[in-house]
């Protein structure tokens, strides 16, 4: 299935739901979303769903530890992961993301009230602008994503 992201907000509290397979072509949607998101004075949290997500590439993780660095830089502030895929999860403590969430592997239910995210559509070198900045911030998440992740930047910024 086709990822897709569902957003609910109320009074400053916010729910972003990541549904189907989850990759770089939602970069630019996650991105503008996220600056609306920060920028809006009555902002107090964000919990990410990902339990329906059935999969989830590296630049949409990078873009997730970016949303958590802001966070915590701007509102000192934590976010809420949940992850019921044992796979996702996996992945996402392999990574650290334990680290910069507060990670649950419950499913939220009562979810009714979303309503999807409309796609940004972008250039070519948008999106791998956005690759690389998401693959930054993994790198500087520890040691293992930086060994993982070096090779890739180092490519895509030749690229330019």
């Known amino acids: 299935m086709d990822g897709r992201i569902l957003v609910a907000h109320h009074d400053g509290v916010y729910l972003m739901k990541f549904t189907g397979d989850v990759r770089v072509t939602l970069c630019t949607t996650v991105d503008s979303f996220l600056d609306s998101m920060f920028s ?22 990078g873009i997730l530890a970016k949303l958590s660095i802001q966070a915590q830089s701007r509102f000192d502030y934590l976010p809420v992961l949940v992850s019921t895929n044992p796979d996702i999860t996996r992945v996402l403590k392999s990574m650290g993301f334990e680290d910069v969430f507060q990670l649950i592997e419950d499913k939220i239910e009562n979810a009714e009230q979303l309503g999807e995210l409309p796609k940004i559509t972008c250039s070519d070198n948008d999106i791998r602008l956005r690759v690389i900045e998401a693959h930054r911030i993994l ?14 930047v180092e490519m895509l910024e030749a690229a330019s």
């Open 40 to 61: 809006d004075s009555l902002f107090k949290s964000v919990i990410v769903d990902l339990s329906e997500a059935e999969c989830i590439d590296s630049t949409s993780l």
């Open 139 to 152: 790198m500087e998440m520890n040691e293992n994503n930086r060994a993982t992740f070096h090779n890739l």
